[in-house]
């Protein structure tokens, strides 16, 4: 019988249960992770949508996040997304108040996501856009993509990086405007329509 030194990770083996997941749903959501907004802010558009694998099937166990700047273009430098209290370390939500520009949000069991933030400004030489992160089973890396939403068509043909992605694909990278601030963009994974993603090296 030969024995294995578990005193040290590298050593061991992966079980099954080491290689079943990842399970989203546990620990990384929670609540008004998609209330990016401050309430009542003018500036407030929604965003929703399906995140879909190869076969076009939903997926009600994936999870997005969501990065994006205020309307003047800036980078919010501010704590908040998921505070805590020191007391009791239970969660208290966000402020309400401060813009934090990040939110993470899972499916439901459609393989729905929806979230509220701000409309984006542009910064430097792109058209405004919101960066997003796809985690979902199946994927052994998380997948970048960028959400840009439709209204000023010369911004978006003069974009660096919509301009060198092929033109029958840059639609997956546009939402749909579907009027009072709402905007939809599904997420393919995969297959026929799939999205655009981006690798950073």
Not at 171 to 192: K, P, S, V, W
């Amino acid at each position: 019988m030969t024995k294995i030194d578990t005193s040290r990770p590298e050593s061991v083996l992966p079980t099954p249960s080491h290689t079943v997941g990842p399970f989203y749903g546990y620990a990384l959501p929670f609540p008004g992770g998609g209330d990016i907004a401050p309430i009542g802010h003018p500036d407030t558009i929604a965003l929703l949508g399906y995140v879909h694998d190869g076969e076009g099937s939903p997926l009600p166990d994936a999870l997005v996040e969501l990065w994006g700047p205020d309307p003047d273009g800036n980078l919010p430098a501010v704590d908040g997304s998921i505070r805590r209290d020191p007391a009791t370390g239970g969660h208290l939500g966000r402020s309400g108040v401060e813009f934090t520009g990040w939110g993470r949000v899972q499916t439901d069991a459609n393989g729905h996501w929806y979230a509220r933030t701000l409309r984006p400004g542009a910064r430097g030489h792109s058209a405004p856009y919101i960066s997003m992160c796809v985690f979902a089973r199946g994927l052994l890396t998380h997948l970048f993509t960028r959400i840009y939403l439709p209204g000023d068509e010369a911004a978006l043909a003069a974009d660096p990086l919509l301009s060198r992605i092929d033109e029958d694909r840059r639609g997956t990278l546009i939402a749909a405007a579907e009027g009072n601030g709402t905007y939809r963009f599904d997420i393919r994974l995969q297959g026929e329509g799939e999205t655009v993603f981006l690798e950073f090296q």
